[in-house]
């Protein structure tokens, strides 16, 4: 996949984005700090959750979560 979505809710390695006009879960490998509207590449689809890596490199991953 190569798509972008926005973040709508995020915490840990897990939350919701908006990508094509849809609200779906999300996931990431690493967690990491995501704000309400941080922009993050969907690379992978499992069922109706995407896995996704933050686009820019402000978003730091967590420490200690």
Request: proline share 5%; aromatic share 4%; hydrophobic share 40%.
């Amino acid at each position: 996949l190569d798509a972008t979505a926005t973040v709508v809710t995020w915490q840990g390695s897990r939350g919701e984005v908006l990508l094509t006009g849809e609200v779906w879960q999300a996931q990431s490998i690493t967690p990491h700090i995501l704000t309400k509207g941080a922009e993050v590449r969907v690379t992978a689809l499992d069922g109706l959750v995407v896995t996704v890596t933050p686009v820019s490199t402000l978003s730091h991953p967590s420490q200690g979560e």
